[in-house]
T-cell receptor
Framework: RKEVEQDPGPFNVPEGATVAFNCTYS??????FFWYRQDCRKEPKLLMS???SGNEDGRFTAQLNRASQYISLLIRDSKLSDSATYLC???????????FGAGTILRVKS | GAVVSQHPSRVICKSGTSVKIECRSL??????MFWYRQFPKQSLMLMAT?????????EQGVEKDKFLINHASLTLSTLTVTSAHPEDSSFYIC???????????FGPGTRLTVL
């Protein structure tokens, strides 16, 4: 079983739509959680950290469910520029090792 | 702030040659640097963790004699792919972390193609 699993998509949505991605992780001792964004042939960039109480940054909302070991990302009012691959990332209880999911592709179309 | 550069951005080489990739933290001192590899449509996989002045720690399945890592200073780490073969063709990305924040800052990546 992969340590971090994501639906690869692609999610094809129109501009203005709301879209949600889920991610599951296998290690219950995982401590830190993030969503990264990766554009084609570019490096990943931190989108937001995910906190236990849930957190929001503009149009983006992240949720963490420790009991079910899943993380979600909600994007409201999708923009064309949101088109990218969204990577779910987990840090285990020890060290600073980032464990990446394979990513979910989002395509926002006009 | 927190800029990480990589050089070269792209390299094409013949099978059997060695390729060196540099990773530099431009405006901060990186206590730890990480090297990742990403094959098409796959996730980033950590290859090794590098601390300045000490030997790198390699992930399971990564050959330390094939992927040589040198972290000579707090701003520079190098990855040398020795005797590269076509199956080593991939996107190699480094990241750097300061001792102050836990966030890793990623370099722009190096696309290696071995013919």
């Amino acid at each position: 079983r992969k340590e971090v699993e994501q639906d690869p998509g692609p999610f094809n949505v129109p501009e203005g739509a709301t879209v949600a991605f889920n991610c599951t992780y296998s290690n219950s001792a995982s401590q830190s959680f993030f969503w990264y964004r990766q554009d084609c042939r570019k490096e990943p960039k931190l989108l937001m950290s995910v906190y236990s109480s849930g957190n929001e940054d503009g149009r983006f909302t992240a949720q963490l469910n420790r009991a079910s070991q899943y993380i979600s990302l909600l994007i409201r009012d999708s923009k064309l520029s949101d088109s990218a691959t969204y990577l779910c990332v987990v840090i285990l209880e020890y060290g600073n090792k980032l464990v990446f999911g394979a990513g979910t592709i989002l395509r926002v179309k006009s | 702030g927190a800029v990480v550069s990589q050089h070269p951005s792209r390299v094409i080489c013949k099978s059997g040659t060695s390729v060196k990739i540099e990773c530099r933290s431009l405006d901060f001192q990186a206590t730890t640097m990480f090297w990742y590899r990403q094959f098409p449509k796959q996730s980033l996989m950590l290859m090794a963790t590098s601390n300045e002045g000490s030997k790198a720690t390699y992930e399971q399945g990564v050959e330390k004699d094939k992927f040589l890592i040198n972290h000579a200073s707090l701003t520079l780490s190098t990855l040398t792919v020795t005797s590269a073969h076509p199956e080593d063709s991939s996107f190699y990305i480094c990241s750097a972390m300061t001792g102050i924040y836990n966030e890793q800052f990623f370099g722009p990546g190096t696309r290696l193609t071995v013919l």
